[in-house]
């Protein structure tokens, strides 16, 4: 079975530059994740969707960070413009939803962004 | 809302060694705790995970026991390998499912 995909794995920009982050999740997992990982930090939840609806982006800056998941399986996460302050890892995750609690997250390997 | 902290690495130790990662919670409610760990250059895994009070967690020979009355949830492994070296991230989850995690511990396993 597939994992979850996500490309690119690398991004250098310079700021002020957009930039867009792909998610392949697995297939029939109708919740998907974005989380933000900051060097020597545990991941932190940026948006979470249950099929093509944001159901929780508290966390994530609407000023600057757009997400979207048309037709509930890929999801793209854009950042327009970047800051210095956006260089992270951001992680893609998916799960089959129903039960909240013990619903296991799958994660991707992530895209590191450098912003210069 | 839910925090978790978790022992600051690195943790360097040599093969065959005993392991702890010290991790606590502060929570609302019953969460499920969790341990992920990240190798080098990959995504994060579901190391092992336990739902209520007093439940165990084991995979791999990593063990964790969910103490309700310390509220923590402390990862062991009686004898590591090399291969065991990686990231350690304690998590817990809320009532809507949302993961928490810790700051992680990197764990450095020498020949």
């Known amino acids: 079975e597939a994992g979850v995909v996500q490309s690119p794995r690398y991004k250098i920009i310079e700021k002020k530059q957009p930039v867009a982050f792909w998610c392949n999740p697995i297939s029939g997992h109708n919740t998907l994740y974005w989380y933000l990982q900051n060097l020597g930090q545990g991941p932190e939840l940026l948006i979470r969707y249950e099929n093509e609806e944001a159901v929780d982006d508290s966390q994530l800056p609407k000023d600057r960070f757009s997400a979207e998941r048309l037709k509930g399986v890929d999801s793209t996460l854009k950042i327009q413009p970047a800051e210095l302050g956006d260089s992270a890892v951001y992680l893609c995750a998916s799960s089959l939803g129903g039960d909240r609690i013990n619903n296991e997250q799958f994660f991707g390997p992530g895209t590191r962004l450098t912003v210069l | 809302g839910n925090s978790v902290t978790q022992m600051e690495g690195p943790v360097t130790l040599s093969e065959e060694a005993f392991l702890t990662i010290n991790c606590t919670y502060t929570a609302t409610g019953y969460p499920s705790l969790f341990w992920y760990v990240q190798y080098p250059g990959e995504g994060l895994q579901l190391l092992l995970k336990?739902?209520?009070?007093?439940d165990k967690g084991s995979n791999k020979g990593f063990e964790a026991t969910y103490r309700k009355e310390t509220t923590s949830f402390h990862l062991e492994k009686g004898s590591v390998q090399v291969s065991d070296s990686a990231v350690y991230f304690c998590a817990s989850t809320d009532s809507w499912g949302k993961l928490q995690f810790g700051a992680g511990t990197q764990v450095v396993v020498t020949p």
């Open positions: 336990a739902t209520k009070a007093d």
